[in-house]
């Protein structure tokens, strides 16, 4: 089973270009989460989905825009990278419901650096 | 701010049982203790969650005190393949589920 794929797994941006880093996951699950990660720190949350066409900011959402036209995938955009965004971004989703046991699954990352 | 406290690094031989505890006095009645693992910069992993028993799957023991102010992680047979950064968070278990880890704590299994 593929669960949650990311893409790229690494990426060097230049300061003020744009990217999109992709997510897309193939579990049916409701909802998506987007958190990054900086060196020897935890994760934080940059935005989550709880639907298509539902979305939310966490933690740190400033610089950063997401969008959810599908179920399966969970688009993260950068519009003018800084250095700041230098980070390792996880992409996650997670089923709802009663029975389940309603967890996170993580994709393996995207390794942005911005210079 | 996480609502966790964990130890920043432990030590543990491999074949024995790690024991990490977490603190997490200001935990709420419906939040539950959820626990992952981050093996080397990969993403995190799900090892176990519970609310107020003990609980046991195939990777691991989790342990709640009766106050439920703290809990303790049991590896019971640790090998090489455990060291990885270990985070203990409090969530609600329905709803956005927007997890705050912590620093976590990093767990070296020594041969």
């Known amino acids: 089973n593929a669960g949650v794929t990311q893409t790229p797994k690494f990426r060097i941006l230049k300061i003020g270009q744009s990217m999109t880093l992709q997510c897309t996951q193939d579990?049916?699950?409701?909802?998506m989460y987007w958190y990054r990660q900086d060196p020897g720190m935890g994760l934080k949350l940059i935005y989550y989905s709880v639907g298509a066409g539902i979305t939310d900011k966490g933690e740190v959402p400033n610089g950063y825009n997401v969008s959810r036209s599908t179920t399966e995938d969970f688009p993260l955009r950068l519009e003018l990278a800084a250095p700041s965004q230098t980070s390792v971004y996880f992409c996650a989703s997670r089923d709802t419901g009663t029975g389940i046991q309603n967890i996170q699954y993580f994709g393996a990352g995207t390794r942005l650096s911005v210079l | 701010d996480a609502k966790t406290t964990q130890p920043t690094s432990m030590d543990c031989a491999e074949g024995r049982a790690a024991n990490l505890p977490c603190n997490h006095s200001t935990i709420s009645g419906n939040e539950y203790v959820y626990w992952y693992r981050q093996i080397h910069s990969q993403g995190p992993q799900y090892i176990i969650h519970?609310?107020?028993n003990n609980e046991t799957n195939e990777m691991a023991s989790l342990i709640i005190t009766e106050d439920r102010k703290s809990s303790t992680l049991i590896l019971p047979h640790a090998t090489l393949r455990d060291t990885a950064v270990y985070y203990c968070?409090?969530?609600?278990?329905?709803?956005?589920?927007?997890?705050?880890f912590g620093q976590g704590t990093r767990l070296t299994i020594n041969p």
């Open positions: 519970g609310l107020k």
């Open positions: 579990m049916n699950h409701n909802y």
């Open positions: 968070i409090v969530s609600l278990i329905q709803g956005a589920q927007k997890l705050v």
